[in-house]
């Protein structure tokens, strides 16, 4: 079945280690997608990607960074300079485009210990 | 600036009562308009969306949804509610690119038995 995969679902890191979040699709998307998810806040987009070697920042880029090497893969990186990393991350992707939606994969729980 | 309010942050109604969630948006342009569901620890699955067109947009899980240029507003109705629509509510715009999204902050629904 088509979809988005991300990995792990629950990630635990120490305070000053970077951490990388896993997204891979299947849905042959050339757009990708990278949110946060913090309580009474909604989703915020920290990167996306529209098509492979090229991503923007979104609005809360600072302390985040990706790469696209692949159509299929958006890997996300939580550096040691984001303030507050603790948050539920979602992916997801979308066909190029305003008219079409997103598909959003099941998200990954990061906790700073 | 672009952005969507969700007015309600929480809303309880009784099993079998009708529903009405609320969201207003300001947007320049012509927007794209989705409702999406998200059960705990999960990701986002779409309940419909507005591009063009006939302005009561029907979705999945008997969820309708009309757009009222003159209020700015995509407020999402279902006649009965069922025990298993328990879960939160997100509005949101495209923003040029179906995925890049403002979401509102979203809308917490229990059920009553």
Known sequence: DGGITQSPKYLFRKEGQNVTLSCEQNLNHDAMYWYRQDPGQGLRLIYYSQIVNDFQKGDIAEGYSVSREK??????????????????????????????????????????? | AQSVTQPDIHITVSEGASLELRCNY??????????????????????LKYFSGDTLVQGIKGFEAEFKRSQSSFNLRKPSVHWSDAAEYFCAVGVNQGGKLIFGQGTELSVKP
Request: aromatic residues 16%; hydrophobic residues 35%.
């Open chain 1, 71 to 113: 159509k299929e893969s958006f890997p996300l990186t939580v550096t040691s300079a984001q303030k507050n990393p603790t948050a539920f991350y979602l992916c997801a992707s979308s066909k190029r485009g305003g008219d079409t939606e997103a598909f959003f994969g099941q998200g990954t729980r990061l906790t700073v210990v």
């Open chain 2, 26 to 47: 300001s947007y320049g342009a012509t927007p794209y308009l989705f409702w999406y569901v998200q059960s705990p620890g999960q990701g986002l699955q779409l309940l």
